[in-house]
């Protein structure tokens, strides 16, 4: 079964670095998305993208944080001035038709900065 | 403001019990998911309802959608050790914005 996959699965990064988080989504889904989950919390919606753009957002995605899709297959998260309070898990997940299809969720990437 | 709240958010039963975890939404959603997440893994699906009364079942699990009173359920019918796990229900609140808003999770413990 086709899977989203994430690389790294853990990065530590110096407090003020910048770090870019990757996915592979699946390969026939067009809306990609971006979660973040701090240990023992709550998954929190960071971002979406169709058709090349953002096309929703949420508060804790603020101008230090960016998305792109570089090629046709990958999709990256970049944060580009850490801070401790971005320690999480992040998950990249994907979906082929929006919101009447489940969303299918990568492993994460944990990040932990220092 | 979409809200999602789940309960219980902890759950500890025997096995071959049946169980019943809550997730209640405060603005209007048509659509309500429920994934399944083990510990240091990621989300699985397990169910995407779409529309008023909506009822899906696998195995041991059956989750139902009542708009009207926004609520969805997640049944557990003679549970079993494998089943420990968390469970999140998430909504969508619609008009455009398809980014999914979580419960915060109902940890379940399922002990022989």
């Known amino acids: 079964e086709p899977e989203v996959t994430q690389t790294p699965s853990h990065q530590v990064t110096q407090m003020g670095q910048e770090v870019i988080l990757r996915c592979v989504p699946i390969s026939n889904h067009l809306y990609f998305y971006w979660y973040r989950q701090i240990l023992g919390q709550k998954v929190e919606f960071l971002v979406s993208?169709?058709?090349?753009?953002?096309?929703?957002k949420s508060e804790i995605f603020d101008d230090q944080f960016s998305v792109e899709r570089p090629d046709g297959s990958n999709f990256t998260l970049k944060i580009r001035s850490t801070k401790l309070e971005d320690s999480a898990m992040y998950f990249c997940a994907s979906s082929r038709q929006g919101t009447i299809e489940p969303q299918h969720f990568g492993d994460g990437t944990r990040l932990s900065i220092l | 403001e979409l809200k999602v709240e789940q309960n219980p958010l902890f759950l500890s039963m025997q096995e071959g019990k049946n169980y019943t975890i809550y997730c209640n939404y405060s603005t209007t959603s048509d659509r309500l998911y429920w994934y399944r997440q083990d510990p240091g893994k990621s989300l699985e699906s397990l169910f995407v309802?779409?529309?008023?009364?909506a009822v899906k079942q696998e195995g041991r699990l059956m989750a139902s959608l009542d708009t009207k009173a926004r609520l969805s359920t997640l049944h557990i019918t003679a549970a079993v050790h494998d089943l420990s796990a968390t469970y999140f229900c998430a909504a969508y609140s619609g008009g455009g914005a398809d980014g999914l808003t979580f419960g915060k999770g109902t940890h379940l413990i399922i002990q022989p």
């Open positions: 993208f169709y058709n090349n753009e953002i096309s929703e």
């Open positions: 309802l779409l529309s008023n009364g």
